[in-house]
């Protein structure tokens, strides 16, 4: 079977995150540690004891999330031994990031200083700008997409083919949640985020992360890492280095990648980090691909016997 790994993006943190990781695996221990050494803050501690608020923060909550789901893999690499390979990656959201990095794309270190800054500078255009975002259960994109365009809001994550999230300014989401209702939507679910993400609000970030970008090493993939924008493989590294500028303000084609993802052979994958969000995705647009959830030591040990 060809095997690929899924990271998750941000709200899939918990106060708790990758306890079990850090105290099971040295490797995963010193993986928080190098981070800690990176951010100039306690990133175990921080993951352990919280508070949630301070794991909301888009500056804290990226490279943490990050971080666990990098311990996770490394929890799956322990695991699985000689027989850890990996055909192909994705992330959804900042979780491309530590796609990214799985596939030798950019190094640990890099990617937390890229999300620190990509956290702080999301922040700042959520604080200018204030926005939201509307998550649409039960409508097709083409409905959804009328909904936006009536509403004045713009579709932010296309996730399964039963789930798309909309995004704009914070005084549109209302008539977006009418006008999703009066629709035929089964729900329609306002996010608890800072702003709103993947969307023209968010250019200002943009600007600011494509000149950070400019000193950050990107090398070529190892494998295939699936982009956000496209719903198809990376190309270049600086095509890639443009990508991950362009994916602040441009859509999740989550549903996309995943269905290329299986077309290209992908038969299993590992979700890598908090949560089980991307594997429920998963089900809704390939039922018959398994995908196991990693956010601790059992998980991981489970997940390596798709490798075997």
């Given at each position: 079977?060809?095997?690929?790994?899924?990271?998750?993006?941000?709200?899939a943190q918990a106060v708790g995150m990758?306890?079990?990781?850090?105290?099971?695996?040295?490797?995963?221990?010193?993986?928080?540690?190098?981070?800690?050494?990176?951010?100039?803050?306690?990133?175990?501690?921080?993951?352990?004891?919280?508070?949630?608020?301070?794991?909301?923060?888009?500056?804290?909550?990226?490279?943490?999330?990050?971080?666990?789901?990098?311990?996770?893999?490394?929890?799956?690499?322990?695991?699985?031994?000689?027989?850890?390979?990996?055909?192909?990656?994705?992330?959804?959201?900042?979780?491309?990031?530590?796609?990214?990095?799985?596939?030798?794309?950019?190094?640990?270190?890099?990617?937390?200083?890229?999300?620190?800054?990509?956290?702080?500078?999301?922040?700042?255009?959520?604080?200018?700008?204030?926005?939201?975002?509307?998550?649409?259960?039960?409508?097709?994109?083409?409905?959804?997409?009328?909904?936006?365009?009536?509403?004045?809001?713009?579709?932010?994550?296309?996730?399964?083919?039963?789930?798309?999230?909309?995004?704009?300014?914070?005084?549109?989401?209302?008539?977006?949640?009418?006008?999703?209702?009066?629709?035929?939507?089964?729900?329609?679910?306002?996010?608890?985020?800072?702003?709103?993400?993947?969307?023209?609000?968010?250019?200002?970030?943009?600007?600011?992360?494509?000149?950070?970008?400019?000193?950050?090493?990107?090398?070529?993939?190892?494998?295939?890492?699936?982009?956000?924008?496209?719903?198809?493989?990376?190309?270049?590294?600086?095509?890639?280095?443009?990508?991950?500028?362009?994916?602040?303000?441009?859509?999740?084609?989550w549903t996309d990648g995943v269905a290329?993802?299986?077309?290209?052979?992908?038969?299993?994958?590992?979700?890598?980090?908090?949560?089980?969000?991307?594997?429920?995705?998963?089900?809704?647009?390939?039922?018959?691909?398994?995908?196991?959830?990693?956010?601790?030591?059992?998980?991981?040990?489970?997940?390596?016997?798709?490798?075997?």
């Amino acid at each position: 079977m060809s095997k690929m790994l899924l990271f998750p993006g941000q709200g899939a943190q918990a106060v708790g995150m990758g306890r079990e990781l850090a105290e099971g695996l040295d490797e995963c221990r010193a993986l928080f540690a190098r981070a800690g050494d990176v951010l100039g803050f306690d990133v175990l501690q921080t993951c352990l004891e919280g508070p949630i608020e301070a794991l909301t923060k888009s500056d804290v909550a990226q490279p943490a999330i990050f971080t666990v789901s990098v311990a996770a893999r490394a929890a799956l690499a322990h695991f699985a031994g000689d027989q850890f390979a990996v055909a192909g990656t994705a992330g959804h959201s900042l979780g491309e990031w530590a796609a990214l990095h799985a596939a030798g794309v950019v190094s640990f270190e890099d990617a937390l200083r890229v999300l620190r800054a990509r956290g702080q500078f999301m922040q700042e255009a959520c604080e200018a700008t204030p926005g939201g975002m509307l998550t649409i259960i039960g409508l097709p994109l083409e409905k959804v997409q009328e909904v936006a365009q009536a509403s004045g809001l713009e579709v932010a994550n296309l996730n399964s083919p039963v789930q798309t999230v909309l995004s704009g300014h914070a005084d549109r989401i209302a008539a977006g949640e009418a006008a999703a209702k009066a629709a035929g939507a089964k729900r329609a679910l306002r996010l608890t985020v800072a702003g709103a993400f993947h969307s023209s609000l968010m250019k200002p970030a943009a600007d600011k992360l494509s000149d950070f970008l400019q000193g950050v090493e990107f090398r070529a993939p190892q494998c295939p890492v699936w982009s956000n924008a496209t719903g198809k493989p990376h190309g270049s590294p600086d095509e890639i280095r443009r990508a991950m500028v362009a994916q602040v303000v441009s859509s999740v084609r989550w549903t996309d990648g995943v269905a290329d993802m299986v077309a290209a052979g992908m038969t299993a994958g590992c979700e890598c980090g908090p949560g089980t969000v991307l594997a429920g995705l998963v089900k809704r647009i390939a039922p018959d691909v398994p995908i196991a959830s990693i956010f601790d030591l059992a998980g991981a040990q489970e997940a390596a016997k798709l490798f075997v």
